[in-house]
DNA sequence: TGGCACGGTTACAATTCCGTGACAAGCGAT
DNA sequence: ATCGCTTGTCACGGAATTGTAACCGTGCCA
């Protein structure tokens, strides 16, 4: 499941925050002041920095404009602990960057909330290796799909095609844009070639073959 | 720019929140109760809902449930005010999907970052050309188009068309400009041929069919 | 009031578009 | 070499789309 960094100086607090991630489910890294914080983010880059502001040495700040700036851990969300009714504080960490806040002392209950929620919003944008629409289940890993459960059997174009349509749900794919990411940009062919694919993946998709959607003169579309 | 959409039953805090919005460059529009606020949600499709949970009839968090189960309206941000100290109600109101709150009285400066912080996290996801005039969406991804929330379906020459009346709302377009931008410079034919495909569309667009307007002796025009 | 220009409406044939089946070339394994 | 599988191309046919023409309704102007 997703790894969660917290950087803060204080071992009980962190020991607390700790327990209650693993309770979880999360996968827990600690680091005690700023300079870890950074180079465990780096390192390790979790799906989340759960940080103290008040820090010893490098104070949270300057560790979020860090992170902001550096191109591997600009995408880490930063959840932000600041003490009671520092508003400056809160306002100059939203500006920097920071995705969220709670004041201290917190509620446990609402941090687990505050965390949740971060990684709801940020784990439809990251690219999942696996993905699964309405019963279709296609692991880039292990090269195979699944419809409802049985493993069905796609040659390597059409594996290329689903992949396409169902990285893009929801979206038009015209004929050009299918050749150019399935078959590559040195494709000089047919463009009903599509077609016929795609009727190959429809039949191999049984009863969920309507998932793939003609857009007449346009294109095909993975149904949302 | 971005719209927001303010539903609160307190007219003074409503134009408290408008002026300061609109001074920071938004669109505002405002809802003085729950189905009004989800009227306005479906058919302007805002940015994001700063969303009282204190309402007289449904209340905020029955809204909140709303949108979220809406086809459309499900990926609209959604801010909640609470009244202080509800920690209950933050903690119902996360789970259920709200994006974040702000805890009455507020500071209307945190309130601004606020909303600026939801709207950067989800400029990104946003970055589709999906064009919404008074109850008609039109996305150009999906390549299909809505009204009144309900999904019509358009072949590609009307769909075209539509985008670009849409394209410029309140502006005549002659039969020329749609002859060319909808049918290519290269078509030659009877420019009456756009009446008919006219027609198609306000037949479509149902009791909206009146957006289309036409313009004596010019051309045609969507209702600003 | 009548004529006229313009757009709405209807109908229809031509065209385009897509699903389907068939087929041959390519390729690797046996 | 032969077989099986994959892959690109093609032709056919049905269905949806589209352009055109003819006809009708309405507002405008003298």
């Given at each position: 499941m997703a790894t969660i960094l917290i950087v803060e100086d204080e071992a009980d607090i962190r020991e607390l925050v700790r327990f209650h991630l693993e309770r979880e489910g999360y996968a827990v890294l600690e680091a005690a002041d700023g300079p870890e914080g950074l180079e465990k983010a780096q390192t390790h880059?979790?799906?989340c920095v759960i940080l103290?502001?008040?820090?010893?040495?490098?104070d949270g700040f300057e560790v979020c404009r860090r992170l902001a700036s550096g191109e591997t851990t600009a995408q880490i969300p930063v959840l932000l602990l600041t003490a009671r009714g520092e508003e400056v504080d809160r306002v100059v960490g939203l500006s920097l960057g920071a995705d969220d806040y709670v004041v201290k002392p917190f509620s446990v209950r609402e941090l687990m909330l505050r965390v949740k929620a971060i990684l709801r919003r940020t784990e439809q944008s990251r690219r999942a290796p696996t993905l699964n629409r309405n019963g279709i289940i296609l692991d880039g890993v292990a090269h195979c799909v699944s419809v409802n459960g049985e493993m069905i059997n796609l040659t390597a174009t059409e594996f290329r095609l689903l992949e396409d349509l169902m990285r893009h749900p929801g979206a038009v794919r015209t004929r050009e844009q299918l050749l150019n990411t399935v078959?590559?940009?040195?494709f000089e062919g047919y463009a009903r070639t599509v077609d016929t694919h795609v009727r190959r993946l429809r039949q191999k998709l049984?009863?969920?073959?309507?998932?793939?959607?003609t857009v007449r003169g346009v294109g095909y579309r993975l149904h949302a």
């Open positions: 880059l979790p799906q103290d502001v008040m820090l010893p040495g490098m078959w590559g940009y040195s049984g009863d969920k073959a309507d998932m793939v959607e």
